[in-house]
């Protein structure tokens, strides 16, 4: 019988995961391990809100209703050994915790540059509230940043700079911005607005070195190009925190393997969120690895119920959006695969991609748009791919025909 379980990592998924634990009726000990000193907090405002408004974390809950729920929540330690014969975890401060069932929600850390000397004073990278405060502390008027990477974090990072009124320099190596995940159509409607608010963006861009000293912070691109910046932001992707679950003798696939129910290759021990890899339903049982604030809060809970005896399998279809400036990009689905594409116009400034397969099933859908004009066509979308069914790519097309007609036919 399950009477302890222990959770390591107090981000989205193991706060989300704990509270669904007592949710659920979970009436042993939950013990919720995190490294960093604040309570379980959203990370998705850390490129947007903090950075504008400088402010606090959006928690997902405080302390005290941790503790009001008798969850053990230990801040400020990490997990350094996994017992699994023992069933028993090691951590930092000395001490360690017994579990009948273990969840890793270990999450990702940034993915360095060889380039790279130090991720101290004037090279930064972001991943923690911490980290967005030091960032927001370079960012103003008659201040540079050089951003390296073209992806979500990278532009969204952008975006709140000049806001900000800081001069940007966004350096990508691949030919274009958002090359991984997102049609060239729209990374073109996303650079474009950029440059507009004054963002320098700079493609095929390879970088030699980075330097800096007590005053600036200099990147040097292998066709002699000098960039200066007061603030050199390193955004370049992530890697999964899976050496706790290596050393352990899990399995390792692109992140901790699991199965639909979230199962690593021990069947007391779950993963879920940023950090493990599982076979995507809608796409052949393809293994995959989300980077996503939706996929982490969902297998939060799928994981909670699955500790508790449950047998639920994972079938949410994958999920993205970006904020930057008034525009909002959305991406449902995985779109590897992809046969024919078709265009629907919303309006002058909202668009939507439906990327279908061979047989004529939609696989995905990628839009962009001001405010929410997109949300409601994505997540109708979002149900078209889940259903599988054969839909005519004239009618996704026609923005007079509706989704929901769509999918009730």
């Known amino acids: 019988m399950t009477q302890q379980i222990v959770i390591i990592g107090a981000g989205e998924c193991g706060g989300r995961a704990a509270l669904s634990l007592r949710d659920r009726g979970f009436v042993g000990s939950i013990t919720l391990v995190g490294s960093e000193p604040l309570a379980p907090y959203e990370r998705p405002p850390l490129s947007k809100d903090a950075i504008l408004l400088s402010a ?9 209703r941790f503790a009001s729920l008798a969850i053990d929540l230990r801040l400020g330690v990490s997990a350094t050994d996994l017992n699994r014969s023992g069933r028993c975890v090691s951590l930092s401060d000395g001490t360690s915790v017994p579990y009948d069932k273990l969840l890793l929600a270990t999450g990702a ?15 930064r990278t972001l991943r923690s509230h911490a980290d967005a405060m030091e960032i927001r502390s370079f960012l103003g008027p008659g201040q540079r940043v050089a951003i390296i990477g073209g992806g979500f974090i990278g532009l969204e990072l952008a975006a709140s700079a000049r806001k900000l009124g800081t001069s940007v320099t966004l350096i990508e190596g691949l030919p274009r911005i958002l090359s991984r995940g997102v049609p060239a159509e729209i990374a073109e409607a996303v650079a474009s607005r ?25 990147v040097l691109l292998e066709d002699g190009s000098l960039i200066q910046a007061d603030l050199v932001i390193v955004g370049i992707g992530s890697i999964p925190n899976t050496e706790l679950a290596a050393e352990a003798g899990l399995a390792i696939d692109n992140g901790i393997a699991v199965d639909n129910h979230l199962r690593t290759s021990d069947p007391d021990i779950y993963a ?29 809970l799928l994981a909670a119920a699955n500790m508790m005896g449950a047998q639920e399998t994972s079938t949410a279809v994958p999920w ?3 904020d930057q400036y008034d525009l909002t990009l959305q991406v449902a689905g995985l779109a590897e695969g992809t046969a024919a594409t078709v265009r629907r116009d919303l309006s002058a400034e909202a668009f939507i991609l439906f990327h279908l397969a061979e047989d004529g ?22 149900m078209l791919i889940a259903s599988a069914k054969t839909i005519d790519p004239a009618a996704l097309a026609a923005p007079a025909t509706k989704l929901k007609a769509l999918l009730a036919a």
Not at 56 to 64: G, L, R, S, V
Not at 109 to 123: D, I, Q
Not at 201 to 216: M, T
Not at 372 to 377: E, H, K, L, P
């Open 272 to 300: 879920a969120g940023d950090c493990c890899s599982f076979p995507a339903t809608h796409y052949g049982e393809r293994r995959v690895r989300l980077e996503s604030w939706r996929s982490a809060q969902e297998q939060a």
């Open 109 to 123: 850390r940034p993915r360095a540059l060889p380039a790279m000397t130090s991720l101290n004073g004037r090279v």
């Open 56 to 64: 606090e974390p959006k928690f997902i809950a405080q302390a005290d």
């Open 361 to 382: 099933r939609l696989l995905a859908a990628s839009g962009i748009g001001p405010g929410n004009a997109i949300a409601r066509d994505i997540r109708l979308a979002e």
């Open 194 to 218: 950029h440059q507009a608010e004054g963002v320098e963006i700079l493609c095929n861009a390879r970088i030699d070195k980075i330097e800096q000293s007590a005053d600036v912070a200099e």
């Open 320 to 322: 993205f959006w970006s």
